[in-house]
């Protein structure tokens, strides 16, 4: 838009929207001509391709006098967003490609005779083939259709003998591909042999069409506007159309409902759909729904579960069964429909229609657990191990949900802490959570301003110090990520990522690799027992990911002179965790103790979350999914003999700093237990 109180010349205006109509134009004329590109293999495509290449030199021409023409009109005019030569870029990419099929296009020269053996009584002729310019094709099934249309018109169609075609076949496969003709000998009577068993395994619009679809959905997002992010928008997902389109795949909206619908089954469901489907069928949601109905009946009659009475689903919302805390007396009521000791006079209910399930865990009865006799039997600290092994509620012995969620009011009659009165019990030997040194980093922290009237952000980290180390450890979400220093060169570091720090943090260490000046600060660190941290200042850096270099983000860190010892502290049985292989790790040395030489916190936390996560068995960690790969995190398996101790996390410079943080870890031991 033009500045303010600016008047705007109606002639320059008139003229600007003329010329801009007539680029937008021809834009769209060569976007045309370069989507043709794609079904070259029709014969009548190929006609009309060839005819409007006449006039892609003068159009390529006319729109950069036009572009530079428009930029010198929007300069006059002191428009707030001139329209730039970017569009220039992307002509220029769909022009070369044109003019690249072109070529490719043109029919070979008859070969030349080379030498004839005049002396020699067959008579044969030793032929020099003319090498041609075709693409490579190494198994990737996005590079198939271009690949089959070029090599069929060029070569396959074309008068040559079988073994020319064999021999420009066998010089433009690689790879994966390759390897299809591995074991067949190659002679002239072998090539419809290769050429077919390409064609049967590439020439599969399903697979084409899943492979477009996934271009489609995985294009990642981007958060801020950006002119290089659109043009790739452009040139992936609009290419990935128009190719889904030029499949011609009968009902394509239904395709794309049962690509959806399938994308949300599980592993072993989908092998069994697709054994029920034919060779070359393209299946149908509708197909896809009733056979997942009549899984679901097969599933049903195999496995009904302890009774065929119960119900084998879970409500919306988390039921589950609320119990005093008087030594188990005491009634129980469920939060959807069970009766409940008080009165239905003042009780109000929503009318949720499902089938209840109040039998006991231990025995199968119909009683809660806490009033299970076989449970009673048990010593309090045998009652917390059943009760952790089967994921309950150790406030409530209920289902469905964490203490943290648990909605019953009730607390321990012993100690007033959130859990039940039949899992009290007293500790025999007292864990010393004293450290044995101080240190100057904190593994979990939180930015407080220097003024004494602003109040203290402060994040919690649990780390074992000075404890008897059992088989299991629990790592922290760890990554690897590109940091890139004062001259723009990726540095590759390793830093905690942590939902529970309220800043990034960066030791000086790192920063003296990167070598990116410091900037004054005034705040403070400060962790557990509000015990405080030297900040030497603040930083900005940019870092990526080492996947993917368009996953790029800028922050602000404190820099301090150490973080946290080597994590994870124990060396990690990784045989156990096989579930892990064939995935893209952030870090992929998370299983051995190495340095930490930051912390990337919350602002940067729930950016890079993608959602789904890989997970194993009880007491093994859990992969999560990331725009920086995968994280691992939780409980893990560790190596014999590989036993480390910790040292602490935060520094106590009195005795009453050391009760403050006993007092603080003592009650969120009990909150998360």
């Not at 329209?83 to 020269?109: C, R």
């Not at 101790?645 to 935060?650: A, D, E, F, T």
Request: glycine residues 6%.
């Amino acid at each position: 838009m033009p500045t303010d109180g600016m008047e705007i010349d109606p002639g320059l205006a008139a003229e600007l929207k003329v010329l801009t109509s007539k680029k937008e134009l021809i834009f769209t004329q060569m976007q045309g001509i370069y989507d043709l590109l794609k079904k070259l293999s029709d014969k009548s495509t190929l006609q009309t391709f060839n005819r409007k290449l006449h006039c892609i030199d003068s159009m390529r021409a006319e729109f950069s006098t036009l572009l530079e023409r428009i930029n010198l009109l929007e300069a006059q005019i002191k428009v707030g967003r001139p329209t730039g030569f970017s569009a220039l870029e992307s002509m220029d990419d769909m022009y070369g490609a044109i003019k690249q099929a072109e070529v490719l296009l043109k029919p070979a020269p008859p070969p030349p005779v080379i030498n004839v053996d005049s002396g020699s009584s067959s008579g044969t002729q030793h032929i020099k083939l003319q090498r041609l310019e075709l693409p490579s094709f190494n198994g990737t099934l996005a590079d198939w259709p271009l690949f089959f249309s070029l090599f069929k018109v060029n070569v396959h169609d074309m008068d040559i003998p079988k073994s020319h075609k064999l021999q420009h076949l066998l010089s433009h496969l690689t790879g994966r591909a390759q390897l299809i003709c591995a074991g067949i000998t190659p002679t002239e009577d072998n090539y419809d042999v290769i050429w077919n068993l390409l064609v049967a395994k590439y020439e599969d619009k399903r697979c084409l069409a899943t492979n477009y679809l996934d271009l489609i959905f995985n294009f990642k997002s981007n958060k801020t506007e950006s002119g290089k992010h659109l043009g790739l928008f452009s040139d992936q997902v609009g290419a990935a159309v128009a190719a889904l389109k030029a499949l011609e795949i009968p009902n394509l909206e239904d395709f794309i409902l049962f690509y959806i619908g399938n994308s949300k089954l599980d592993d072993q469901s989908r092998r069994l759909f697709e054994n029920s489907l034919g060779p070359q069928e393209i299946p149908s949601f509708d197909k896809l729904l009733q056979f997942t109905q009549n899984q679901s009946k097969i599933l049903s009659r195999i496995n009904p579960g302890p009774s065929g009475a119960k119900a084998d689903f879970k409500p919306i919302g988390s039921g589950c069964s609320y119990s005093s805390h008087q030594g188990g007396k005491g009634g129980s009521s469920s939060a959807y429909g069970n009766k409940s000791p008080v009165s239905s006079s003042t009780s109000k209910f929503s009318h949720s229609f499902f089938v209840g399930n109040n039998s006991c865990i231990l025995c199968e009865e119909e009683h809660p657990l806490f009033r299970c006799s076989k449970f009673l039997k048990f010593s309090p600290q045998d009652r917390y191990v059943f009760v952790k092994q089967h994921a309950l509620c150790v406030n409530c012995l209920g289902g469905n949900h964490r203490v943290l969620d648990c909605p019953s009011k009730h607390v321990c009659t012993k100690c007033r802490l959130k859990h039940h009165s039949l899992l009290h019990f007293t500790h025999n030997k007292s864990v010393n959570f004293v450290p044995n040194h101080i240190t100057n980093g904190s593994n979990e922290s939180a930015v407080q301003s220097a003024q004494d009237n602003e109040p203290a952000k402060v994040s919690l980290c649990s780390q074992t110090a000075d404890c008897d180390i059992g088989r299991t450890t629990v790592l922290l979400s760890t990554v690897k990520i590109n940091i890139f220093d004062v001259n723009g060169v990726p540095r590759q570091m390793r830093f905690l990522l942590d939902n529970g720090s309220m800043c990034n943090i960066i030791d000086k260490a790192a920063l003296e690799i990167i070598k990116l000046p410091i900037q004054q600060s005034n705040t403070r660190l400060t962790g557990l027992g509000s015990t405080s941290s030297q900040v030497h200042g603040q930083v900005n850096f940019t870092f990526a990911s080492r996947f993917d270099n368009r996953a790029k983000y800028t922050v602000q860190a404190l820099v301090v002179d150490k973080v946290v010892n080597r994590l994870p502290v124990h060396h990690i049985d990784c045989s156990k965790l096989n579930y892990l292989h064939n995935i893209s790790l952030s870090d992929d040395e998370f299983m051995v103790p190495g340095p930490i030489c930051g912390v990337l916190g919350s602002s940067v936390f729930p950016y890079v979350l993608l959602g789904d996560s890989i997970s194993g068995s009880i007491d093994q960690p859990v992969a999560v999914n990331t725009k920086l790969g995968h994280v691992i995190l939780g409980t893990a398996p560790i190596q014999c003999g590989k036993s480390l101790r910790c040292s602490s996390l935060v520094g106590l410079p009195s005795p009453s700093g050391r009760q403050t943080l006993h007092k603080c870890l003592k009650q969120y031991l009990h909150q998360i237990s």
